[in-house]
């Protein structure tokens, strides 16, 4: 060592520090990867991100010569950097070597290409396999040693190092990403993605058309008023009763009745011959089970019951559809616009408003673990359908009463207040 130069021992710890800044880089190249990116760059056959893969189905092993790659070079460094030093400054190069080097390998070495790594792992991991996996199989004898040594101590202490790590998402986690995407998912498809994870949240009871709003055929009228309960409806499945809709005999499809019509020969007789049969659900069900069992009995629309058996509303495949697409045409958007906003930022709301509609439309937080509707959160909160317009507040949101009447709450008057206020909380005056 005493014959090579000065300016030879300098090129050799530049040459080491760069190895050094390269196994850092290395490192947190690789763990910072995307990991779903990666596999969908292996499946088109990306040259590079497939050595990146196999590497990292063994992390212990790429771990393991990354960091005697990266230890080799910082001690051999260690010891060029203090015969620089001893031959410049004596004995006293030492503690100038330790401290220079220290400086040196940390900025140059550790926090600048680890950062570097953090930001784009991708520009720093591909390249880096194309040397790290000939490393590893030149070393893999020394990596075999130690990884079997470290395997030991893990064991010592009941960890498993064979254990995979659980790459599978839960439906949060998921709709964090979706959440999270941005600009690289367009807002319409994020929205639909959002709606499909939350079919399994959502039950029937959520979004049914409550029983009070059901349109449907009574035959216990007359004749002349069930033609004009057809020929004025928007819907194309009626369900048939007697008398009340826990009587229901059927479900009508529309399009059964062109044949009667055009005989002339349609009657309540005939029309009770072209109906199908009540398909009820329970309204518990979520709304994932229901659009497989809507599909898998070939139905599309159900009567759903509760507990008792009572018919508590109607459901149908395009309600369920909704949750996923939104409003299926302009005519239902102006249907069930409910929401009105207003100049002072309030929002005059109509009772029969589902909250899940209203929280959706409003980015808000209403509870939903109780009463479905603006007006059943109202009243249930007032624990009384109120005889005069009051004012309450619900979580963080004023509500005042602005029309009351038959026993209901037809329309309110909503604002988020600024400051917060303990979950749950609520109070009227």
Known sequence: MEDVSISLLL?????????????SSSETGMMSLNRYRLRNLVKQNHRAAQKVDQLLKHPDRLIGVILIGNNFVNIFASSIATVIAIRLWGDAGIAIAT???TIIILIFAEVTPKTLAALHPEKIAFPASYILGPLLKLLYPLVYIVNQITNGLLKIFGISSTRSNDQNLSTEELRTIVNEAGSMLPKGKQSMLLGVLELNEVTVEDIMI????ILGIDLDLDFDQILETI??????LLPVYNTDINKAIGI???????????QNTLTKTTLVQVIREPYFIPESTPLQVQLFNFQKENHRLGLVVDEYGD??????????????VGELSSVQKEQSNEIHPQEDNSYIIEGTAFIRDINKALNWTLPTNGPKTLNGLITETLEAIPDANVCLKVNNYHIETLQIADNQIKSSRLFLINHSAEDGHTDQH
């Open 252 to 262: 009508l499809h529309l399009r059964n009745l062109t044949k009667l019509i055009q």
């Open 311 to 324: 018919v508590q509303g109607i459901a149908t495949l395009s309600d369920i559809l909704e949750e996923i």
């Open 210 to 213: 409550p029983r009070n709003e």
């Open 231 to 236: 020929t004025s409806s928007e819907h194309t």
């Open 99 to 101: 401290a220079t080097l």
């Open 11 to 23: 090129g050799i710890l530049c040459f080491l520090i760069i190895c050094s800044a390269f196994f």
